[in-house]
């Protein structure tokens, strides 16, 4: 038996691959990690620079370092990327850059990996690819013969290109709602956010990173979730209709079972803006037509740039999508942490939860992982947060 048989694979060199490798590793074993690009944590550094941490600091270190004081309660992107940095100096992981992953394969109780560099089996494989990789776009018709400028959010960076532009932000998730503030506060002549299902809308507090994950990790019934959900959007924000927002239609985890992703989003700032005529609430886009940009209920528009912050998806399918493991619509494992499906043991899947507040996720994840795979003895939530 190789040794390569024996060791753990992780596919994915990003905070959840990470916090699973420094897991295994204080349970005794040597995880291989795998990740396509050049440097670990890569998606984290195409982030955009102004991007604030969703979660709480002092929930968001992953196993066995603390995320420093220093960084505040809601640390920065830089922060954290400082963080992983001394993270992977401490752990020395072994990980393989610049290989693809082609194929995931069942064979003679075994794990095949099959990627760029080589065939590799294992008795257990961690996916921790990640919930954002692939950028979506809806099917919008006329898109491609659009006469003004459109990105999608993952593109975007700073707000200085949109300085006397009329922008358009379609989506009301976290980053649709940091980009349309920005641009705003930069000086964009107009700023206007499409929204076609409104979401829950939390404001930032330790409180709701704690709710967060006890919906999550506790045994509290969705039914229940999703009326606090409503109620607490209620109580924050008040009736917002007549200056276009009209009250979430459902809770936060019929959202998510709707959509197949986050549904729900940390408010910093947007409420504001729109009470101040700052930012223009319009309904959901259903198609373009050379520069008019069209909406529901028959009207349009014309801006000078659109950014549509319409989401992204894990992108496991090219590679899972033969073992019956994703749920849709979405893409996202149907098993997490130390679950593993019956007709796929030792298959593990870190970093996809919903609703967001995957930082937190990932240690608690981590963990289970680590005894489903070592056998190890339980680690209580004591344990948790003195790793922390």
Known sequence: MSESSERPIIIGAGPG?????????????????????????????????????????????????????????????????????????????????????????????????????????????????????????????????????????????????????????VGCGPTGIDIAVAAANAGASRVRMSIRNMPVLFKLSPTTSLLCQAIKHGPLPHALVNRVSLLMHKMQWGDLSSYGLAAPKEGTMAGVARSGHSYGAIDRGLIPAVRDGTIEVVPGVTGFDQKDVLLEGGTSIKPDVVIASTGQRPDMERFLGHLDILAQPGGRPVVHGGQTAPHAPGLYFQGYRLPPGQLPDMAVDARAIARAIAGTRRFSLADVLRSR
């Open 17 to 169: 691959g990470l916090a699973v490798a420094w897991t295994l590793k204080e349970a005794g074993l040597n995880p291989l990690l795998i990740d396509r690009e050049k440097i670990a944590c890569s998606s984290w550094h195409g982030y955009y620079p102004s991007l604030r941490m969703n979660s709480w600091r002092r929930l968001s270190s992953l196993p066995g370092m603390r995320l420093a004081s220093e960084f505040g309660p809601w640390p920065m992107r830089n922060d954290f990327l400082t963080y992983m940095k001394k993270y992977v100096e401490v752990l020395n992981p072994d990980i393989r850059y610049e290989t693809e992953v082609h194929q995931v394969d069942r064979e003679a109780g075994r794990w095949v990996v099959r990627t760029s560099g080589g065939d590799l089996p294992a008795r257990n494989v961690v996916v921790a690819t990640g919930l954002h990789r692939k950028p979506f776009v809806p099917d919008w018709p006329g898109l491609e013969g659009f006469e003004g400028e459109f990105l999608h959010a993952r593109s975007y960076t700073l707000p200085d290109p949109y300085v006397g532009k009329d922008v358009l932000v």
